[in-house]
């Protein structure tokens, strides 16, 4: 475990885990819903990248370049491919410092999973502002590559938990939970006025044109968190009666590679050698 401290701020993370970050305190209290002790389910981590996609392709199957891929998906979500590798793998630290880490992950390409060869650089800062992440892939092939990105920080729920955004739409999704179509926010959930977590429905939805800001107020405090283009999409996870909810930045929505032509999806064509990169900050002050 690493743990970085800078001002008020504190993070514990985990490289071998998934990239993982485990805690994120500020002045001695929770941000992000700590990991329990011990825990080795990526799933119970406080943050973890999305790379070289985000949330769900459907079945795991897409056609890009007229190549058709069929990717393997875990048991626990099928039948769909789920977030990429990136939060399945362990990291090489590259550099560390009191307050700052860099890690890497390459992907060599695979017959039977992605086929694309790729690098993934994730560096995790703490200053007396508060968090940093970015994140960024580089095909490191020597064929087009489809790609996305995205981080999944899973925030402490409290009482008072209340949440602020704006978006232009909402992916309405099937019982398959793959999106079906664009509509107004108010038909899900509304944040634009701010709404408590208490009064929300259940929430597992992609938010289209979201300006890449987003508001927390709880237990006495504001938590801000700000995305970089090209995260113009969040998907929030807010399920009923537990400690924690989601506000995911990514840079392209839900099973956009199975995405109508002509659609502004947000999947990026990542040429030979170039790179895709995005970042997310998070900062509190006291009400």
Same mark, same amino acid.
């Given at each position: 475990?690493?743990?970085?401290?800078?001002?008020?701020?504190? $993070?514990?993370?985990?490289?071998?885990?998934?990239?993982?970050?485990?805690?994120?305190?500020?002045?001695?209290?929770?941000?992000?819903?700590?990991?329990?002790?011990?825990?080795?389910?990526?799933?119970?981590?406080?943050? #973890?990248?999305?790379?070289?996609?985000?949330?769900?392709?459907?079945?795991?199957? =897409?056609?890009?370049?007229?190549?058709?891929?069929?990717?393997?998906?875990?048991?626990? =979500?099928?039948?769909?491919?789920?977030?990429?590798?990136?939060?399945?793998?362990?990291?090489?630290?590259?550099?560390?410092?009191?307050?700052?880490?860099?890690?890497?992950?390459?992907?060599?390409?695979?017959?039977?999973?992605?086929?694309?060869?790729?690098?993934?650089?994730?560096?995790?800062?703490?200053?007396?502002?508060?968090?940093?992440?970015?994140?960024?892939?580089?095909?490191?092939?020597?064929?087009?590559?489809?790609?996305?990105?995205?981080? +999944?920080?899973?925030?402490?729920? /409290?009482?008072?938990?209340?949440?602020?955004?704006?978006?232009?739409?909402?992916?309405?999704?099937?019982?398959?939970?793959?999106?079906?179509?664009?509509? !107004?926010?108010?038909?899900?959930?509304?944040?634009?006025?701010?709404?408590?977590? $208490?009064?929300? !429905?259940?929430?597992? +939805?992609? /938010?289209?044109?979201?300006?890449?800001?987003?508001?927390?107020?709880?237990?006495?405090?504001?938590?801000?968190?700000? $995305? /970089?283009?090209?995260? +113009?999409?969040?998907?929030?996870?807010?399920?009923?009666?537990?400690? #924690?909810?989601?506000?995911?930045?990514?840079?392209?929505?839900?099973?956009?590679?199975?995405?109508?032509?002509?659609?502004?999806?947000?999947?990026?064509?990542?040429? !030979?050698?170039?790179?895709?990169? =995005?970042?997310?900050?998070?900062?509190?002050?006291?009400?």
């Amino acid at each position: 475990m690493i743990v970085l401290t800078a001002g008020d701020w504190r $993070a514990t993370l985990a490289p071998g885990l998934g990239g993982a970050v485990l805690t994120l305190d500020w002045r001695g209290q929770p941000v992000f819903r700590p990991t329990p002790d011990g825990a080795t389910d990526i799933l119970e981590t406080a943050c #973890f990248p999305l790379v070289p996609y985000a949330n769900r392709i459907a079945d795991g199957r =897409f056609v890009f370049e007229g190549r058709s891929v069929q990717l393997p998906t875990l048991e626990r =979500f099928a039948p769909h491919a789920l977030h990429g590798d990136g939060w399945l793998l362990p990291w090489t630290v590259e550099s560390q410092t009191e307050n700052r880490v860099e890690m890497s992950l390459d992907w060599p390409g695979d017959t039977d999973g992605w086929p694309w060869p790729w690098r993934a650089r994730q560096v995790v800062e703490l200053t007396d502002e508060g968090l940093s992440i970015s994140l960024s892939v580089t095909n490191t092939g020597n064929a087009i590559m489809p790609a996305g990105l995205g981080l +999944h920080p899973y925030f402490h729920r /409290y009482a008072d938990s209340r949440l602020t955004l704006s978006a232009e739409g909402v992916w309405i999704t099937d019982a398959r939970e793959i999106p079906e179509r664009l509509a !107004p926010v108010a038909e899900v959930a509304d944040w634009s006025n701010g709404l408590a977590l $208490a009064d929300a !429905p259940f929430v597992d +939805h992609a /938010y289209a044109g979201w300006t890449g800001e987003a508001v927390l107020n709880d237990g006495g405090r504001w938590v801000m968190l700000s $995305a /970089y283009a090209p995260a +113009h999409w969040t998907q929030v996870y807010a399920p009923l009666g537990v400690d #924690f909810f989601c506000v995911e930045p990514v840079t392209h929505r839900p099973d956009a590679h199975n995405a109508p032509a002509g659609e502004d999806h947000g999947l990026a064509r990542l040429a !030979p050698g170039e790179t895709s990169s =995005f970042a997310m900050r998070i900062g509190a002050t006291p009400l």
